[in-house]
């Protein structure tokens, strides 16, 4: 889900054509973080044959995603901060600094203002990273998203590879697993079409859990995390972005059907739904190649 934000962020930005790269910062041993993110000189330490350039390198000009930010030690945090000051890394055994362009997206699953207050995360990185900040609540309560990633996953239209019930039924799921159930899910529903020679996934297709699926029977609460950038963008366009994603998941779980889909968004009439399409499309006409249903459901606007 971080990584899927991250990655969005970039798409929509600024340096969409440039580099991304993502590293898992609470993958990686404490011996090795430094140089994993900056690289080392030849003799550095010992098994240090030759020059390596870190992710920092790897990313220049671009976007690099560092998750869970918030398990780095005090030394990585130092270094960190230094950067988003100076623009400047120095890798493992070197004597001079090196410039670099690359724009910090950081990601964690803590609450890093109490993490702060512990004393466990230095209070001016924070205040460097947080310029802008967005809360990733867990899949369950970001149902807008569930037929994106659907549609990514099967490569086309949702309502191409799964009928409207089974839709509706995924939609309502709770997803304690949040991506990495879906994903799997979605491996399992394709199975289950071809075994069972179906043209299309329909309820029979999908998992016991989920067609059994009630809020009692839910028990585990699945965690969101919170994603932090230095640099921000234009919030009016991040809103449209937002919004006509649920407009896009709302089309297609009510099959087209407009004043369905406007109750679903809590809009008092169809003519409510048409504006806020006409004021998107106005004013970020490049956004809609990204959201095809109501780009097709729009035509008269849409063009």
């Known amino acids: 889900g971080k990584e899927v934000a991250a990655r969005y962020l970039h798409h929509y930005g600024e340096r969409s054509n440039l580099p991304f790269e993502g590293i898992n910062l609470s993958a990686i041993q404490d011996t090795l973080l430094e140089s994993t993110l900056f690289g080392h000189k030849k003799g550095a330490f010992t098994g240090a044959m030759k020059d390596v350039e870190g992710i920092f390198h790897q990313a220049n000009n671009g976007v690099l995603l560092l998750d869970e930010i918030g398990d780095i030690n005090p030394a990585i945090q130092i270094k960190l901060l230094r950067f988003l000051e100076t623009k400047m890394i120095r890798p493992v055994g070197a004597e001079k600094d090196i410039k670099l362009d690359v724009q910090i997206v950081a990601a964690t699953h803590k609450n890093l203002a109490e993490e702060v207050l512990k004393g466990n995360f230095r209070e ?31 490569k086309g239209p949702v309502e191409e590879w799964i009928t409207p019930d089974a839709i509706r039924l995924l939609m309502d799921y709770h997803w304690v697993g949040n991506i990495r159930e879906l994903k799997n899910t979605v491996n399992y529903m394709l199975l289950r079409k071809k075994i069972l020679g179906k043209d299309i996934i329909d309820e029979k297709c999908l998992p016991n859990e989920i067609i059994n699926a009630t809020p009692v029977s839910l028990g585990r609460i699945s965690q969101g995390s919170t994603l932090l950038t230095a640099t921000t963008g234009s919030i009016d366009e991040e809103h449209a972005i937002l919004d006509l994603k649920k407009i896009e998941a709302a089309l297609i779980k009510w099959n087209k059907v407009k004043k369905d889909v406007a109750i679903d968004l809590g809009l008092e009439n169809t003519d409510n739904l048409r504006y806020k399409i006409k004021k998107y499309y106005t004013k970020h006409p490049h956004l809609f190649e990204s959201f095809p249903v109501v780009s097709k459901s729009y035509r008269r606007i849409v063009r």
């Open 124 to 154: 001016d990185l924070y205040q460097r990273l947080k310029a802008m900040v967005i809360e990733i609540p867990p899949l369950r309560e970001r149902t807008e998203d569930i037929l994106l990633i659907l549609s990514h996953y099967l």
